[in-house]
């Protein structure tokens, strides 16, 4: 069964550092979209950036990639010099390609030291 | 462009009783989506429709019922309601350019009470 695991419930980073948030997948479909997605606490969800099965290069959007390493069924979500605007609920979330299902993890809470 | 928005944003109801989350996306997106967030969770799939007149099942669906007439609006309806059904409702659309890449856009969710 598809299956998305977030084993970090909490992180912390510096301001202006790097921060690496896990996701690891379980599927059986060759075809599939991994997602990544920032709930700040006034609770809306915010659409972060996308990874295609067959993308060979990670994606990136600003100063957010996704480290995708496909044997390993990773897709982690790098953050480039953080924010305190970054500090939010960050969840990974996989489609199943054929029937257009989105599973999601449980989320990291990531919080951004000044 | 409204994006996608969801009325009601918050609504409290007694157990059996019946109502109707609406949606609508002024995006001509194909695609459309109703997720429930419990707290401290992440979103579970209740609906989901890839076009007018098509819908189907997602993960969570039981309680729940959805139309699709049209592509801009996608409601949810909600029967008899339990205190189960307690939650934060988000509808969602999707979009994919020609290189098959997606991006999905949500609404601002509905905060449901069932009491």
């Known amino acids: 069964a598809q299956k998305i695991t977030q084993t970090q419930p909490g992180m912390f980073v510096q301001e202006k550092e790097a921060v690496t948030l896990d996701c690891t997948y379980d599927?059986?479909?060759?075809?599939?979209?991994l997602f990544w997605y920032k709930q700040p606490s006034s609770g809306e969800m915010i659409f972060l950036i996308y990874?295609?099965?067959?993308?060979?290069q990670n994606a990136t959007e600003g100063r957010y990639s996704l480290n995708f390493q496909k044997a390993r069924k990773s897709a982690n979500l790098v953050i480039s010099a953080s924010q305190l605007g970054d500090s939010a609920m960050y969840f990974c979330a996989m489609r199943e390609g054929p029937t257009y299902k989105y599973i999601f993890g449980t989320g990291t809470r990531l919080k951004v030291l000044a | 462009n409204a994006g996608v928005t969801q009325t009601p944003k918050f609504r409290i109801l007694k157990i059996g009783q019946s109502m109707t989350l609406q949606c609508a996306q002024d995006?001509?997106?194909?695609?459309m989506y109703w997720y429930r967030q419990d707290p401290g969770m992440g979103l579970k799939l209740i609906y989901y429709?890839?076009?007018?007149?098509?819908?189907d099942k997602g993960e969570v669906p039981n309680g729940y019922n959805v139309s699709r007439s049209t592509t801009e609006d996608f409601p949810l309806r909600l029967e008899l309601a339990a205190p189960s059904q307690t939650s934060v409702y988000f509808c969602?659309?999707?979009?994919?350019?020609?290189?098959?890449?997606?991006?999905?856009?949500f609404g601002p969710g509905t905060r449901l009470l069932v009491l």
């Open positions: 969602a659309s999707s979009f994919f350019n020609r290189q098959g890449r997606e991006t999905q856009y």
């Open positions: 599927t059986s479909d060759q075809s599939y979209g």
């Open positions: 990874q295609g099965s067959y993308d060979e």
């Open positions: 429709s890839v076009g007018a007149g098509i819908t």
């Open positions: 995006m001509n997106h194909n695609y």
